[in-house]
């Protein structure tokens, strides 16, 4: 019988929905999942507002307090709120000893990275970022291929992750273009996927060089609105990174690139190569040059680890789309963590692997603004 773990969402926008959406979707499509995560409160800025609509989605009860959400005894927060909440709220909840999943990125800077790494160490509960891409069936695959030596040594990492979504200039402006709140832009909020799978791919970024622009540099109040105000956040990003074992990679991130919505990983190796295209893909493309050949499903042994992820995975039969599969598993992964009082678990994106993103942004912001100029990583 699967375990339940009563969860508490701080949040209850767009993603917070995706995250809602996929546990909810989890009895229906996989077999026998061995966990339920089970969202029964919420905290929300707006509780009289939106205290209808939670219940008859199912929460218990809805908080505007903090406090007095986080001291109902729950089994974990999943924290769904602007980039610069993350850090405080997650904060609260470790010191609470409560286990803590948080959308990416996991906080503004790098130094509130290492804060909750150190809390969440100190206090040896679960905790896990929603870097979920790690958790399509394709990206489990390929690193398997990786740590086979398939296709032999890493010698460079090509990826991209792109967006039409704010090419409309008359796009009203949101919290997400607003620097302060947000802690940057396409950047950060795109490119950290494409971002954290090199580096559980080819391990971690030495230095780099950056370089970002804003293509619409002020957006309308509300939507019709004739007042505008300013957008400080990248557009578009490009950052070429040395990694520490020798390779070479680059990462492209755009929210204004039409007809080309999706993201791709390439990987060259010294004996072959493969590529990530996509979240629906259940397997890279993978060429070997010492036989000449291509395939998709070329055979490759998983891990214990690799096997108990994709069986959080739906089937392609019952999928909800590669979205709310990826942000399925991931969150019922962190719920296993908690069954099981594991404050980590290897293959997981946990707070650590949040920092080692975190860091690598933060250079590359800082490269952008010195034009590029190559600057170390932490």
């Not at 909750?116 to 695959?141: E, I």
């Not at 755009?254 to 590529?275: A, C, H, P, Q």
């Not at 678990?345 to 920092?355: E, I, N, V």
């Amino acid at each position: 019988m699967a375990k339940k773990v009563r969860l508490g969402l701080i949040g209850l926008g767009y993603i917070g929905k995706i995250h809602l959406l996929g546990a909810r979707s989890a009895p229906l499509c996989l077999d026998a999942p061995p966990v339920l995560a089970q969202y029964v409160s919420l905290l929300t800025t707006h509780p009289e507002q939106n205290r209808t609509y939670a219940e008859s989605l199912g929460f218990e009860t809805v908080h505007s307090d903090l406090d007095k959400f986080l001291d109902q005894g729950l089994d974990g927060v999943d924290i769904c709120t602007p980039n610069s909440m993350h850090f405080s709220q997650a904060k609260a909840a470790l010191e609470r000893g409560i286990p803590v999943y948080c959308e990416k990125p996991m906080t503004m800077d790098a130094k509130e990275a290492k804060a909750l790494v150190d809390l969440a160490g100190a206090r040896c509960v679960a905790n896990q970022v929603a870097l979920t891409y790690r958790f399509h069936p394709s990206s489990l695959r390929a690193k398997a291929y990786v740590e086979s030596g398939i296709i032999g040594d890493i010698i460079a990492l090509r990826g991209h992750l792109f967006h039409s979504s704010y090419l409309d200039k008359d796009r009203p402006t949101s919290w997400r273009l607003q620097n302060s709140l947000s802690g940057g832009g396409a950047l950060s909020d795109l490119g950290i996927h494409i971002l954290d799978q090199m580096l559980y791919l080819a391990g971690g970024v030495s230095s780099l060089r950056a370089f970002t622009r804003t293509f619409v540099a002020d957006r309308p109040v509300r939507k019709g609105s004739g007042d505008r105000i300013p957008v400080d956040v990248d557009d578009w990003a490009l950052v070429e990174m040395q990694f520490a074992s020798g390779a070479s990679g680059t990462l492209e991130a755009s929210r204004v690139y039409s007809g080309r919505d999706g993201s791709s990983i390439e990987v060259f190796g010294t004996k072959g190569s493969l590529v990530i295209a996509g979240g629906d893909s259940a397997w890279p493309t993978i060429h070997v040059f010492s036989d000449g050949t291509a395939s998709r499903g070329k055979p490759v042994e998983l891990d214990a680890t690799k096997r108990e992820i994709l069986s959080l995975h739906p089937s392609a039969k019952m999928t909800v789309g590669g979205m709310v599969d990826a942000h399925m598993t991931s969150v019922l992964r962190f719920g296993l963590s908690i069954s099981r009082k594991e404050a980590t678990y290897p293959g997981a994106p946990d707070f650590r692997a949040a920092l080692r993103c975190q860091e690598v942004l933060d250079a590359a912001y800082l490269s952008a603004e010195q034009d590029g100029e190559r600057v170390q990583v932490s």
